[in-house]
Structure formats: structure tokens, C-alpha cells
């Protein structure tokens, strides 16, 4: 079974450029979160969607982030434009959604590495 | 509203010594409950879950947690540290009631001495 995929793994780019990272979730999972992990703030929930509509977007830094879902199978944080401190990973996790004894719990991506310069 | 609390951010045994890490929880009703482990470079994997059923779960590489509603908390442990356990932990809580929320601790990163 595949797991959440996530792209690109290391992304190193000037102050202003725009970034986009992607996620392909696990398959079935209605559920889709996007973390980024710093050393200074931890773990941190960006947005998060079920069935493809944002449920809750209060941790997006400000507005020159964006997160899209237009399937089931698709998802991508955009940064436009990029600062020195958007540097971090950022970590996109998939999950069913909870339903009778199902716990849905995160299955979390391989991460994408942001370095911004 | 739901928080974690893991009491200290990094923790270091010697090999083959008990590990303990602490998660302490606030919810009025209890939560589902996880641990992660993250490795260096790694995304977070899913060690074990409390879902209100037994409240001693078990998880892989030997780890196990207790869920204590009286103490709303749910620390983890190994009985023998390994070399390999050298990781950050990261507590999750889940309340049952409100759709796919998951709020994460800080995180514990464990340093196992040989």
C-alpha cells in the first residue's frame, strides 16, 4: 500500500520566488492535513480538509499561503511570495474520517524540506 | 478546548534502562489518544492508540502506554531502552466528538547512551 506522497522532497529557493508543495494521500482517506515543523515552534496544523473542503485554515501563517484540494487524490500548499522564515518541513498527512469504531488516525508524508534564501 | 502536555522536551536513558515519557491531556470528555516517533529526516509514525477500549495498549518495538482517566494522562514506555529508540515522541490527542481534529504535544526526543 502506498503511502502519502509528497513532493518535492527538498526545495531550496530565493526570498519572493513561489514554492508549491504536493500531496497525494492514501487512497480512500477522506481527511487531509498539512503540519510545518520547525525547531523554534514545533509542529505546527497549517489547514486541514475532509472530503476536499477546508475545514479548518486558522493556523495558515497569513495570506500569502494557500492550500487547494481539487480531488480526492490532490492537494497543494502554495507560497507566494516566499521569506527567509517560511523555512521549515512541511509535513502533509492523510487520515478516513472517523466513523463507528474507526479511530482515523494520521499517516503523515515523508515531509518536503523548504529552504528559503 | 483540547491541549497535550509532555513533560520534558528531551529525555536521556542508558541502554537497556526503563523509558518513560510523560503526555498529559486536557479534555472534559476522554480523547482517542496516539504516540508518534519521528527519526531524523522522517515524517511521524504512528507507535500505538488508545480507543476506549483496554487501557493498556501495546505498540511496535516494544513500546506500551496506560491510559489513566483519573490522572488524564498516558505516558509511554519501553522496559529496555535500545540504541535504535533514539527518536523525537509526540503525544496526539483526538477528541471522539468533534470530526478529525488532532492536537500534538511538543515532542520528547529521547537520547539513548550506550
Keep these: 500500500d502506498a503511502g502519502v506522497i509528497q513532493s518535492p522532497r527538498h526545495e531550496v529557493t530565493e526570498m519572493g520566488q513561489e514554492v508549491t508543495l504536493r500531496c497525494k494521500p492514501i487512497s480512500g482517506h477522506n481527511s487531509l492535513f498539512w503540519y510545518r515543523q520547525t525547531m523554534m515552534r514545533g509542529l505546527e496544523l497549517l489547514i486541514y480538509f475532509n472530503n476536499n473542503v477546508p475545514i479548518d485554515d486558522s493556523g495558515m501563517p497569513e495570506d500569502r499561503f494557500s492550500a487547494k484540494m481539487p480531488n480526492a487524490s490532490f492537494s497543494t500548499l502554495k507560497i507566494q511570495p516566499s521569506e527567509p522564515r517560511d523555512s521549515a518541513v512541511y509535513f502533509c498527512a492523510s487520515s478516513p474520517l472517523r466513523s463507528g469504531s474507526a479511530t482515523g488516525e494520521l499517516f503523515f508524508g515523508e515531509g518536503s524540506r523548504l529552504t528559503v534564501l | ?114
Design chain 2, 1 to 114: 478546548a483540547q491541549s497535550v502536555t509532555q513533560l520534558g522536551s528531551h529525555v536521556s536513558v542508558s541502554e537497556g534502562a526503563l523509558v518513560l515519557l510523560r503526555c498529559n491531556y486536557s479534555s472534559s470528555v476522554p480523547p482517542y489518544l496516539f504516540w508518534y516517533v519521528q527519526y531524523p529526516n522522517q515524517g511521524l509514525q504512528l507507535l500505538l492508540k488508545y480507543t476506549s477500549a483496554a487501557t493498556l495498549v501495546k505498540g511496535i518495538n516494544g513500546f506500551e502506554a496506560e491510559f489513566k482517566k483519573s490522572e488524564t494522562s498516558f505516558h509511554l514506555t519501553k522496559p529496555s531502552a535500545h540504541m535504535s529508540d533514539a527518536a523525537e515522541y509526540f503525544c496526539a490527542v483526538s477528541p471522539t466528538n468533534t470530526g478529525n481534529q488532532f492536537y500534538f504535544g511538543t515532542g520528547t526526543s529521547l537520547t539513548v547512551i550506550p
